[in-house]
């Protein structure tokens, strides 16, 4: 999960005038983006965040700011995977083929606008900035481990 600040409106004077300035209300933990009905049959779209505190709740995504992302940390040297990473390779490639099955089903189901959220959101979480699936990226990945 990534850090998010979260913004809240504050009615302001500004050179004699009051007005709804944004300003920085709380850091929480992102879940993930959805869409909640307002009640006069329209939808916005909401994240789904975790305050310091354990409180999940949702708030108008435009209200927040992703922070800064994560570099993910190597586990390993390329050129000395420990022998755990080595005894669990089959299994991770079954994972990875599987993985990619379930990613082309669940493409054939989904809608051209799901797909688009779907992308959107990835390319936000710098998962997958050039390609929703990573595609290219796991075939190479199967290849190199000889699988068909």
């Known amino acids: 999960m990534r850090e998010v600040k979260v913004f809240k409106w504050e009615q302001k004077e500004i050179d004699g005038k009051w007005a709804n300035v944004k300003v920085f209300d709380f850091v929480a933990l992102f879940h993930q983006f959805a869409q909640e009905a307002d009640g ?4 916005n779209p909401v994240a789904i965040i975790e305050r ?5 709740e949702t708030v108008f995504a435009p209200m927040l700011q992703f922070c800064a992302a994560e ?6 040297a390329p050129h000395q995977p420990p022998r755990a990473v080595l005894a669990a ?20 189901a989904m809608t051209l606008e799901q797909k688009s959220k779907c992308a959107a959101q990835l390319e936000r979480e710098g998962v997958s900035p050039d390609g929703m699936t990573r595609a290219h ?12």
């Open 40 to 43: 006069e049959g329209q939808t």
């Open 137 to 148: 990226e796991r075939a190479a990945a199967l290849a190199a481990a000889g699988a068909a």
């Open 89 to 108: 390779a089959p299994a991770l490639l079954h994972e990875l083929e599987c993985a990619d099955d379930i990613i082309k089903v669940m493409l054939s």
């Open 52 to 56: 310091a505190d354990g409180r999940v």
């Open 71 to 76: 570099v993910p940390k190597q586990r390993f």
